[in-house]
């Protein structure tokens, strides 16, 4: 696995795009300081330009890199669920490039709970896109056997770690305004994340 990794991190560093595990559902990734790898990500998803990408680090301490903001509520989440299936919405940064925001102020993070994705990222050294590794609108999936059925040779390689262990993609709260906002229910249900946001 060491050997495969390596080889994921030099193509994703050459600006190549990747698919690869973690622990909800197979991600699509690129470095996303580099504008034409995530304008590939797009291409290859069939993903509308207006649609922010959410991204992945590989510790809690990066989000302040690219949130100009974390909330106490926040920080109370990320204690309690990274990492693991949850990811937060929050003010970008000023330095987070437009192309993975969409042109928006705003951010969608979150730390996987899979060894494997974490350890792409440390050794990348940068934030990776995390978007889910199929064709927009299509089901996610969770091998990388599905990877390469509905995105065939459209990505640069497939980092296979199996079967991805939650099957589901993460629940996404947005943190943005005064009041969160659950905007999608998934690998950690509404009712547990709203005991945290009180």
């Not at 926040?74 to 993975?100: D, I, Q």
């Not at 899979?114 to 995390?130: F, Q």
Request: overall charge negative.
């Amino acid at each position: 696995m060491e050997q495969l990794l390596q080889q994921a991190v030099s193509i994703l560093r050459d600006g190549g795009i990747i698919a690869y595990p973690t622990d909800t559902v197979y991600g699509l990734g690129a470095d996303v300081f580099n504008e034409g790898a995530v304008s590939r990500i797009y291409q290859v998803k069939q993903r509308h330009f207006d649609q922010p990408l959410p991204v992945l680090l590989s510790d809690e301490s990066e989000l302040n890199t690219l949130a100009s903001f974390v909330s106490e509520i926040a920080w109370r989440l990320v204690s309690r669920f990274w990492p693991g299936g949850l990811t937060l919405v929050v003010l970008a940064e000023p330095t987070v490039p437009k192309w993975v925001t969409a042109g928006g102020d705003t951010i969608a993070v979150r730390v996987p709970d899979h060894i494997i994705t974490r350890t792409l990222i440390r050794e990348l050294g940068k934030p990776l896109v995390g978007t889910s590794a199929n064709l927009s609108g299509s089901p996610s999936v969770t091998s990388a056997e599905e990877v390469r059925l509905q995105l065939e040779d459209k990505v640069d390689f497939v980092l296979d770690g199996g079967i991805c262990p939650g099957g589901v993609e993460s629940t996404v709260v947005d943190l943005t305004k005064e009041i969160p906002i659950i905007i999608r229910e998934g690998a950690i249900s509404q009712d547990t994340i709203a005991k945290f946001l009180s």
